[in-house]
């Protein structure tokens, strides 16, 4: 749970931030945010979700 928290917040900053730098319309960034939303309610959400996990795992799993 703590995880895709950390990882909406990450990606509400990014959005921020091009809004702001890159040029991104907020138009754009609500179709983003509406695409999401339909992909979460899609029969590909468990998918993304599995593929998140494992992404996070195998950074977490990098020594320094």
């Given at each position: 749970?703590?995880?895709?928290?950390?990882?909406v917040?990450?990606?509400?900053?990014?959005v921020?931030?091009?809004?702001?730098?890159s040029?991104?319309?907020?138009?754009h960034?609500?179709?983003?945010?509406?695409?999401?939303?339909?992909?979460?309610?899609s029969?590909?959400?468990?998918?993304?979700?599995?593929?998140?996990t494992?992404?996070?795992?195998?950074?977490?799993?990098?020594?320094?």
């Open positions: 749970m703590a995880l895709s928290i950390s990882v917040v990450l990606l509400a900053i990014i921020i931030l091009m809004v702001r730098k040029g991104l319309k907020g138009g960034a609500v179709i983003c945010v509406l695409l999401g939303f339909y992909l979460a309610s029969s590909i959400a468990p998918t993304i979700n599995e593929f998140t494992n992404v996070a795992g195998m950074i977490g799993g990098i020594k320094f």
